[in-house]
């Protein structure tokens, strides 16, 4: 049993930073990229862990998770552990997290404590998530620290945008790349946490968020989840009734909040529907009819994705999508 068994899908990169690990060859700095949600804090968590981990095989990177050292890190409250990122409803890593508030900057913040001497183990480590989200100000003291690092000390970046980062600070991290996750693995891992109750619907749900844990997440609560039933019923009837169906959509889209949301709320939409098509085809795969109009209901939707691309006014777009979709959709019971 290890510690890292409940990180599904990244045996790779575990494998990686084992070696490395076991070299002795671990960086002061990585940059951990790939999509969001697919589980790059809690790797950087469990790195953190073993790391400071007391009763460790030698340069296992194991974490024995009853140690003094463990039972902080599960804690909370590991004194050398420091982690941050982007606040609830701001848009950038406040300054004063990385060099402390007006009246005691230098301080306090992440750069301070990083220059610190470790007081429960060896080392120091700190973790800024949404690493794309720093200001220039915060960017630059932290390239001062990765200029000179503490010795022992472990900073781990995580973003999906790095090429967002400065080149300044992306040369100085060593990069791990993260894929998206597994399908089998996100299946098991939305049955597990209670996001879907069968089988069926998990493997629906794992298909619609693209490797993403975060967005099986959104998926199956909330916002989303009214879509996917809005869309599951409206479609299941024989006629689809675009009089009804446009408003209660739009309504949908409009309520995501400012225009780049509403945008993203389309392409959701569009997601959602052909999931739901490739389902219904699936139950009726046998006849040609059925498949050939499941095609051209698909060409639909990826045109339309593409007028989304080309700013098309939404309200339009929707109207003429889902007259073609219902149009399609006559006289075929699937
Ligand atoms: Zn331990």
Not at 94 to 105: A, K, M, N, Q, T
Not at 139 to 156: D, M, R
Request: some cysteine; glycine content about 6%.
């Amino acid at each position: 049993m290890s510690h890292w068994d409940t990180l599904l899908g990244h045996d790779r990169v575990i494998d990686q930073m084992k070696r490395a690990c076991e070299r002795g060859r671990l960086s002061h700095a990585y940059l951990m990229s790939g999509p969001a949600g697919v589980g790059k804090k809690m790797f950087a968590r469990k790195l953190a862990q073993a790391l400071f981990c007391q009763t460790p095989e030698t340069g296992s990177l194991e974490a024995c998770g009853h140690c003094p050292n463990c039972k902080r890190f599960q804690a909370g409250s590991h004194p050398d552990y420091y982690e941050i990122g982007c606040p609830e409803g701001k848009k950038s890593i406040p300054i004063e997290l990385f060099v402390g508030s007006d009246d005691h900057r230098g301080r306090e913040g992440l750069c301070y404590e990083l220059s610190l001497k470790p007081m429960a183990s060896d080392r120091k480590i700190a973790v800024i998530d949404d690493a794309h989200l720093m200001q220039s100000e915060s960017a630059n003291s932290l390239l001062k620290t990765l200029e000179e690092p503490p010795p022992k000390s472990l900073i781990v970046l995580i973003t999906d945008r790095d090429e967002a980062i400065l080149p300044t600070i992306r040369s100085r991290c060593q990069f791990v790349r993260f894929q998206p996750l597994p399908h089998s693995e996100l299946v098991s891992l939305i049955l597990s946490l209670g996001y879907a109750v069968h089988e069926s619907q998990a493997e629906a749900l794992a298909r619609l968020s693209e490797g993403s844990l975060e967005n099986a997440r959104e998926l199956s609560q909330g916002r989303l989840r009214e879509l996917t039933e809005l869309v599951a019923s409206s479609f299941g009837q024989d006629r689809v009734n675009p009089l009804k169906l446009v408003p209660e959509i739009l309504g949908w889209i409009e309520s995501a909040g400012e225009s780049t949301a509403q945008r993203q709320a389309a392409v959701w939409l569009l997601k959602v529907i052909s999931e739901d098509l490739r389902l219904r085809l699936r139950r009726n795969v046998t006849e040609t009819v059925l498949v050939d109009n499941y095609h051209q209901r698909l060409n639909r939707l990826r045109d339309a994705e593409q007028q989304i691309q080309e700013m098309m006014p939404i309200p339009l777009w929707l109207e003429g999508l889902i007259h073609d979709l219902a149009r399609l959709s006559r006289g075929v019971h699937a």
